[in-house]
């Protein structure tokens, strides 16, 4: 005697239904981070704007490939990436051409971060950088130091600070401070915005063995631009 088999059902199989992921929230804050990295155009501290864009790019990345079934959002990721580099690396192009016009031909581009003490070696007052850079023309910005004369300058002294920012260190270091001499005869007249000047820079000696003077540096100008 035999049996028969069940016969198979007859019901249509439903499809499996897809989980679903969630949009990576890392994936979408890097798209508009490198969205935003052209800002780096306005200033080199921006750049800390493109390096978070990839940054939270190889960050979401990483997480939606150990979550697959949670996370989604790598192209996006990818594509905040992209962005990040390609805009960055154009505000690069534009600050670094930008500098190259504003140094005049002969000059050394200084900053004032250039001219501070080397941490690592705090015996040594002067930086052997600045030492390398005395008696050759540099080029550095800074502002006026308030004085009582306003006209006919021909000896001033310049800060990294301006005298009326209230965010201003009240008591200036020697380091931020430049004793500057107009050459021949070059002269300028007080004002409060930012200078750009050109010049033989040297060290004041007289600082160093204490005989007198309240800056550091000393500079010879003879180019001045504001």
Known sequence: MTF???????EPQLPQQRRYR??????VTSVVLGGLSLLVVLDWSLFAVPIA???FGLL????????????TGQRLAQVGIGLSVALGA??????SAAKAAEVPHGYIAV???DLQPDSDHPDQQIPLKVRELSGKKVFIKGYMYPGRQQFGLKKFIMSRENGYCKFCTPNPRPTDLIVVTMAGDLET????KLLRLGGKLEVNEDWVSGKSGHALYKL???????
């Open 90 to 95: 154009i505000g690069y192009g534009w600050l």
């Open 53 to 55: 864009g990839i940054a």
């Open 111 to 113: 900053g004032y971060a």
């Open 4 to 10: 028969n088999e069940p016969p198979e059902s007859c």
């Open 189 to 192: 007249r007080y004002t409060r």
């Open 220 to 226: 010879e100008a003879d180019y001045i631009r504001w």
């Open 22 to 27: 969630s949009l990576s929230t890392l994936a």
């Open 60 to 71: 979401a990345i990483h997480r939606i490939r150990a979550l697959p079934d949670q996370l």
